[in-house]
């Protein structure tokens, strides 16, 4: 059964950093894509920032770019999120999804095949 479990979320101020992990149970996890997507109260799941499976292609949406870093650890599978200089608009649940297109970077979150529990951020002003 393939497990992602998110971790690191909390409650921060404006300003502040955190580092979202998501701990993959695939014993192929490097033969995935990976993908940070978002969900707040009331509102549709927007997708975050993606990664291909050697790291080699990033993308994020443009409300994350320079702020957000996505990277993986394919030895310990796991895909890491840092975000700097949150915001409030940053509070919502962040979900980490796992791609059998290995090469894929998409936006879109039906193309996923794997999805973690999610973890909160909050971000106070």
């Known amino acids: 059964q393939v497990q992602l479990v998110e971790s690191g979320g909390g409650s921060v101020q404006a300003g502040a950093s955190l580092r979202l992990s998501c701990a993959v149970s695939l014993r192929t996890f490097s033969n995935y894509a990976m993908g940070w997507f978002r969900q707040a109260p009331g509102k549709e799941r927007e997708f975050v920032a993606a990664i291909s499976w050697i790291a080699s292609v990033t993308k994020y949406a443009d409300s994350m770019k320079g702020r957000f870093t996505i990277s993986r650890d394919n030895a310990k599978n796991t895909v890491y999120l840092q975000m700097n200089s949150l915001k409030p608009e940053d509070t919502a649940v962040y979900y980490c999804?796992?791609?059998?297109?290995?090469?894929?970077?998409?936006?879109?979150?039906?193309?996923?095949?794997?999805w973690g529990q999610g973890t909160q951020v909050t971000v106070s002003s």
């Open positions: 999804a796992a791609n059998t297109d290995r090469y894929s970077t998409t936006y879109q979150a039906y193309a996923y095949d794997y």
